[in-house]
């Protein structure tokens, strides 16, 4: 899983599976650009990484800062190989009838259209150079229902239609666009999640939570054609056989 020479940018890459897997890359040789609205936080990670890594405040829900990121990381690396979009947020928590529409809608702004920004502004430099790989962070709730979440379940399940689309689309053109199902991962969306009170999720107890180092490994596996059999679908994490072939059992 070396990834010298190659170039990634990671949305949401201030913490959590998004810091942890620029760590991943860039220990595996890979140009790191870590995206995410948190400038002290990209930045104090960038800085750790070393020459290998450039952070680039951006928020996703803009286009026009999700194009100015992905020219930035052009710019400074020669190209761009992968893109995973991690950026994502859970809130509202709540009932349907309870919740905030704006809120609501920026879950929108920020899960569905902060990935669809970074697939449409990546995928025409991918198609011309024959090659490329988007990852996009999805989850067992973009294909079931869990009380309190309309808003997060609506926009994953819509990111895991994105990924299907795009893969028919583009598969033949040399682009390998598949998602991840982390399952639940200790970060502070869990935090936010385990405070709400709401449906079972938030009942478990911390120690059940993988660490955010093995989505991580689990994206780098992803970027090889180990996984082509997965692509235009959700390689999820909860299964032994996924644990196995990355290299977490």
Known sequence: MQMDGKTVLITGASRGIGAAAARAFAEAGANVALV???????AQIAGEIGE????????VSRYAEVANAVSA????FGGLDVLINNAGVVDPIGHLQD???????????INVKGVMHGMHTVMPGMIAQG?????????????????????????????YMLTRVADKEARDKGLR???????????????EIKAS????VSQLDWSVHIPPEWPAQALLWMCTSAADPYLGDDVSLREDDIRK?????
Do not use: F
């Not at 995410?36 to 990209?42: G, H, N, W």
């Not at 990381?73 to 400074?76: D, L, P």
């Open 131 to 159: 090659h490329g790989t988007i990852i996009n962070i999805s989850s067992g709730a973009a294909h079931g229902p869990v009380e309190g979440w309309s808003a997060y379940c609506s926009s994953k399940a819509a990111v």
């Open 245 to 249: 072939a990355v290299g977490l059992i």
């Open 36 to 42: 995410a609205r948190s400038t002290d936080e990209i």
């Open 99 to 109: 919740a905030d529409p704006d809120a609501w809608s920026r879950t929108i702004d």
């Open 177 to 191: 666009i598949l998602g991840l199902s982390p399952g639940t991962v200790a970060t502070q969306m869990q935090r």
């Open 52 to 59: 290998k890594a450039i952070a680039i405040p951006c928020d």
């Open 73 to 76: 990381t052009a710019n400074a």
């Open 197 to 200: 009170g709401i449906n079972p």
